[in-house]
């Protein structure tokens, strides 16, 4: 959005801070060597294609704020907030000295990068809480679930990219998985995985297929933008119903 004296603002702040801090999180841990995002789908190219493409617009949609892609908007906040929780979810941490849960080991990071790592996890899930707080209208809230509904499907994604990026450095060493380190622990996120279902009352898969994680991801992704432009769509319909009268 442009102001009248030329500048630029954004009518959707939180949502684009949160988009910023998506790329954050995901060019942090690619440049760490633990691989990007969706990579064992996907592959590497078309993974960086996809954020590469998806980031832009929604930081675009979000700095023009306009109302048919209010529940598209809030369904990505959702998912981002799902994003960072399920790190939470997955990995072992402990309390600071301010009482606040901290990563002891993540993704296969370094201790060394894990400050940081964890600066960013708190950076992108209080924007995404943030941008659903002030700046997704209250109609659309319950597209937040939508988002959030898809924190079982990143646990799977995220289980499944750090036992195949740790294959990956021993059989394919490459600049993008050299940052695993050499005693991953993959138990760890096996045992909370267990924990965490045996609270729910659920018993946990020990094994989901790539192309489901696919298919899933690629479904939500659609459904989001559907609905999105659902009320577009009807709009649309009605006024050439309305309009079809004055024609006979």
Known sequence: MVRGDGSRTFRRPWTAI????????????????????????LGLGVASAL????????????????????????????????????????WPWRRNR?????????????????????????????????SIALEVPRKDRRWVVVGLASLPLLQ?????????????????????????TDNPRPSVATTNRHSFAANLGVVPVSHVPPWLLVFLAIGVVASANL???????????????????RTL
């Open 18 to 41: 949160t988009a910023l801090l998506t790329a954050a999180h995901h060019g942090f841990e690619l440049s760490s060597g633990i691989g990007l995002v969706l990579q064992p789908e």
């Open 51 to 90: 954020w590469g493409t998806q980031i832009p617009v929604w930081i675009s949609l979000a700095a023009r704020g306009e109302k048919r892609s209010d529940r598209l908007l809030a369904a990505w906040s959702g998912a981002a907030l799902a994003g960072a929780i399920v790190h939470f979810v997955i």
């Open 98 to 130: 301010l009482g606040i849960p901290v990563l002891t080991e993540a993704e296969g990071l370094s201790p060394a990068s894990l400050p940081a790592y964890n600066a960013i996890l708190y950076a992108w899930g209080t924007a995404a809480m943030l």
């Open 156 to 180: 799977r994604s995220a289980r499944h990219h750090f036992a195949w990026v740790t294959q990956q450095a021993v059989t394919n060493p490459a600049w993008w998985n050299r940052g695993v």
């Open 227 to 245: 609905l999105a432009v659902a009320p577009a769509i009807g709009t649309a319909r009605r006024g050439t119903a309305a309009e079809l009268p």
